[in-house]
């Protein structure tokens, strides 16, 4: 091997390793973009993770510092390869963040990876933002082919979310009882999963 080609050989590991270990999402229709999170977005992150509201709906639960938060961004850079999880800000057309969508759990060998979803807001709440959400990130995953398997984890009480996630062709197939943190309880969970004809 000549250097010329031994530089070529080492350039091109770099540039894999780098796309490897960090990359950004960036996808959109005429409804709304789905991005990767950024620092830009500290402050709606800050908001949505320290509303009490919401804890109970997560294994891990604020409140959190705003330089907690800001190192959780930088992991965040992280591809779903090495961190196992990745996050999605929201946003409609006029870029104007109204909520997340969190790939978990990710695991290579069945290629499956969990799906979470929250808009905040209530004013876009029923306006399909959601379900166009999750319906963009169906057509990214099926086109880039490196997920086989969507499952989603609900709360048995969470109707809406239970007929949103069925609307876009999820299927139970098991429920369990979880052990809920912030409220120290058990309770019970709808498992359903999309599965990809790749």
């Not at 804890?55 to 907690?68: A, I, M, R, V």
């Not at 409609?92 to 790939?103: Q, R």
Request: charge should be positive.
């Amino acid at each position: 091997m000549t250097a010329n080609n031994a530089f070529n050989v080492t350039l091109t590991a770099k540039i894999l390793l780098k796309m490897y270990l960090c990359f950004m999402i960036y996808i959109k229709n005429k409804n709304l973009t789905l991005r990767s999170i950024a620092t830009e977005d500290i402050d709606f992150l800050f908001q949505v993770e320290n509303d009490s509201k919401y804890f109970h709906l997560s294994d891990s639960y604020g409140p959190y510092t705003k330089q907690e938060l800001l190192g959780y961004i930088e992991q965040a850079k992280l591809s779903l390869a090495v961190s196992k999880q990745y996050r999605l800000v929201i946003c409609t057309p006029k870029d104007m963040p109204i909520g997340f969508l969190d790939l978990y759990g990710y695991n290579k060998t069945d290629q499956s990876v969990g799906l979470g979803i929250i808009i905040y807001d209530k004013q876009f709440r029923r306006q399909g933002y959601a379900k166009n959400a999750i319906d963009l990130l169906q057509q990214w995953v099926f086109n880039t082919g490196m997920i086989q398997t969507l499952f989603a984890d609900v709360l048995a009480t969470n109707q809406n979310s239970l007929l949103l996630f069925q609307s876009l062709g999820f299927k139970q197939y098991k429920t369990i009882p979880k052990w809920n943190p912030y409220l120290k309880e058990f309770k019970q969970m709808i498992c359903l999963k999309f599965e990809f004809n790749l």
